[in-house]
């Protein structure tokens, strides 16, 4: 059974740096499955910011573009998401998502894989 868990989060003032972790386990093989990162702010839906396929190439939403970057480690079965320069508008639960297949996409329904969640708070 694929089973994906977020962890990393906390509170964090505004121009720190912040990396996300994703582990992983139950996938037939590692090599051929695409990890997504959502995150859901307070009062808004849930939005897919970047994901990255089997082979380590990445797709981000323009929105975070230059401050974020995802990275993936395929022997440890692990993805990080790395956030430099938070600000308060980050602050929102980060979610990790994962399906089978090599394409990249940040549409919600083609994950059927997710983690808990894990907070992030950005604030002085």
């Known amino acids: 059974q694929v089973q994906v868990a977020e962890s990393g989060g906390g509170l964090v003032q505004p121009g720190e740096s912040l990396t996300l972790s994703c582990a992983t386990s139950g996938f037939t093989t590692m090599k051929y499955s695409a990890i997504a990162w959502f995150r859901q702010a307070p009062g808004r839906g849930r939005e897919g910011i970047t994901c990255?396929?089997?082979?380590?190439?990445?797709y981000y939403r323009d929105s975070v573009k230059g401050r974020f970057t995802t990275t993936r480690d395929n022997v440890k079965e692990m993805v990080y998401l790395k956030i430099h320069s938070l600000k308060p508008e980050d602050t929102a639960i980060y979610f990790c998502?994962?399906?089978?297949?090599?394409?990249?996409?940040?549409?919600?329904?083609?994950?059927?894989?997710w983690g808990q969640g894990a907070q992030v708070t950005v604030s002085s």
């Open positions: 998502a994962g399906k089978y297949g090599s394409a990249w996409s940040l549409l919600e329904r083609e994950y059927p894989y």
């Open positions: 990255i396929a089997n082979d380590g190439a990445a």
